[in-house]
């Protein structure tokens, strides 16, 4: 089978416009697959390439969407590592401020008082039904939320939220 077919076997179209992708993700909850010719691959950067055109070196493919398992190429759009930091910002992903002091201190907060909790209470609430209605993964669910996979388990097992 042609990287292309198994590319696009692995993709699921929503209704929000977002192309979930089904297969394997990182820990970032980006999704990956493989290539004989080149080897690993990030599905987002070859969903642009497929679509759009090539990369040029040196630049991040971004998402308007700003969920990492997105593969549609009308979500995605190039940028410098200062503007891929710069999108992080505004968007409020990245660690800064209060959550470093609390950090060095080693303080450990659970949930919403946890400055850097990538979910909000009502999300998790979602996220729990979701899962218990089931027929979902938590690679998906990590997905569509953008965040890894473990922060999912985490918070079903409760270990971050209670």
């Keep these: 089978m042609s990287l292309q077919a198994r590319f696009e076997g692995n993709v699921q179209k929503q209704q929000i416009g977002c192309w979930l992708w089904k297969g394997g993700l990182n820990g970032s ?39 990492p398992a997105c593969v549609n190429p009308e979500h995605l759009f190039l940028g ?11 968007k409020s992903r990245d660690a800064r401020g209060e959550f470093l002091a609390i950090h060095m201190r080693r303080v450990n907060r659970r949930g919403d008082k946890n400055p850097s909790a990538k979910l909000t209470a009502a999300q998790v609430a979602e996220i729990r039904t979701t899962y218990a209605a089931g027929g979902i993964t938590h690679a998906l669910l990590a997905g569509f939320y953008g965040v890894a996979r473990e922060t999912i388990t985490r918070a079903l097992r409760a270990d971050t939220w209670a």
Excluded: Q, W
């Design 29 to 67: 909850g980006y999704g990956r697959l493989f290539s004989k010719d080149t080897g690993p691959l990030l599905a987002h950067r070859y969903s642009y390439t497929l679509h759009v055109g090539e990369i040029p070196d040196g630049l991040c493919v971004l998402h308007r969407c700003d969920m």
């Design 80 to 90: 410098t590592r200062a503007d891929n930091c710069r999108d992080r910002h505004a």
